[in-house]
C-alpha cells in the first residue's frame, strides 16, 4: 500500500468515525468500510489503488444524507441514492487530492463511487460485485428478517441483476440461498 493510499484510506475512516449509528458498539460506516475492504481483497486481489479507495469510501459519512429528507417512494429513494454516491464523490475526492492523486485518478474513483459504466466498465463492475457480497454476507440475514418474501424476492433479484456473471456464479457457490432465491443468480 502507498502512503497516500494509506492517507486517504485513513481520512475515510477518521469521517466515518463519527458516525452515530452504532452497530455493536462500532460506528456502521467505519464497519462498512471494514467490511467492503476485506471482500474487495478477497475478490479481487489485484485491485487497483482507485478501485480500493472507492471501497472503503462507498459510504463515507453516509449518515449526514438522510433518506428522510427525500420523498418517499422509489423515485425518492433513487434521488437519496444519487445524491449519495455524488456525496461520496466529493468527499473521497478532497481526500484523493490533498494526498497528491492526479485528476484521471480522482475522476476515476468519483465513478466508480457514482456508479458510471456499471455493466460496461470492469472496475465499476468490481466496485458493484463487492457491494453486493459485502450486502449478501452481512445485511441480507437482518434485513430478511424484517420484510416479507415478495420484497426480499424482488431485493434479491435486483442484487443479482446488479452483479457480474462471475460475481452471480461465485454467490451461488458461496452463500447457502433457498432454491427460490438462488435462481435469481442463474445464467
Same mark, same amino acid.
Given at each position: 500500500?502507498?502512503?497516500?493510499?494509506q492517507?486517504?484510506?485513513?481520512?475515510i475512516? #477518521?469521517a466515518?468515525?463519527?458516525?452515530?449509528?452504532?452497530?455493536?458498539?462500532?460506528?456502521?460506516?467505519?464497519?462498512?468500510?471494514?467490511?467492503?475492504?476485506?471482500?474487495?481483497?478477497?475478490?479481487?486481489?489485484?485491485?487497483?489503488?482507485?478501485?480500493?479507495?472507492?471501497?472503503?469510501?462507498?459510504?463515507?459519512?453516509?449518515?449526514k444524507?438522510?433518506?428522510?429528507?427525500?420523498?418517499?417512494?422509489?423515485a425518492?429513494?433513487?434521488?437519496?441514492?444519487?445524491?449519495?454516491?455524488?456525496?461520496?464523490?466529493?468527499?473521497?475526492?478532497?481526500?484523493?487530492?490533498?494526498?497528491?492523486?492526479?485528476?484521471?485518478?480522482?475522476?476515476? #474513483?468519483?465513478?466508480?463511487?457514482?456508479?458510471?459504466?456499471?455493466?460496461?466498465? #470492469?472496475?465499476?463492475?468490481?466496485?458493484?460485485?463487492?457491494?453486493?457480497?459485502?450486502f449478501?454476507?452481512?445485511?441480507?440475514?437482518?434485513?430478511?428478517?424484517?420484510?416479507?418474501?415478495?420484497?426480499?424476492?424482488?431485493?434479491?433479484?435486483?442484487? #443479482?441483476?446488479?452483479?457480474s456473471?462471475?460475481?452471480?456464479?461465485?454467490?451461488?457457490?458461496?452463500?447457502?440461498?433457498?432454491?427460490?432465491?438462488?435462481?435469481a443468480?442463474?445464467?
Amino acid at each position: 500500500m502507498t502512503a497516500r493510499m494509506q492517507l486517504v484510506l485513513d481520512a475515510i475512516d #477518521a469521517a466515518n468515525s463519527q458516525d452515530p449509528n452504532l452497530e455493536n458498539g462500532t460506528p456502521e460506516a467505519l464497519l462498512y468500510g471494514q467490511r467492503m475492504t476485506a471482500e474487495l481483497e478477497r475478490l479481487f486481489p489485484n485491485a487497483s489503488e482507485e478501485l480500493q479507495i472507492a471501497a472503503r469510501g462507498q459510504h463515507v459519512e453516509r449518515w449526514k444524507l438522510k433518506r428522510s429528507e427525500y420523498p418517499e417512494g422509489r423515485a425518492g429513494y433513487l434521488a437519496w441514492r444519487k445524491a449519495q454516491g455524488e456525496f461520496h464523490a466529493k468527499v473521497v475526492m478532497t481526500y484523493m487530492k490533498d494526498a497528491g492523486y492526479d485528476h484521471e485518478q480522482l475522476e476515476t #474513483a468519483s465513478q466508480m463511487l457514482r456508479k458510471q459504466g456499471i455493466k460496461r466498465d #470492469a472496475e465499476v463492475q468490481a466496485l458493484e460485485d463487492v457491494i453486493c457480497f459485502v450486502f449478501l454476507k452481512w445485511y441480507f440475514q437482518p434485513f430478511a428478517a424484517k420484510h416479507s418474501s415478495e420484497k426480499i424476492q424482488r431485493i434479491v433479484e435486483k442484487t #443479482a441483476r446488479k452483479m457480474s456473471s462471475d460475481g452471480r456464479a461465485r454467490a451461488l457457490r458461496e452463500f447457502d440461498l433457498p432454491e427460490v432465491l438462488a435462481a435469481a443468480f442463474q445464467p
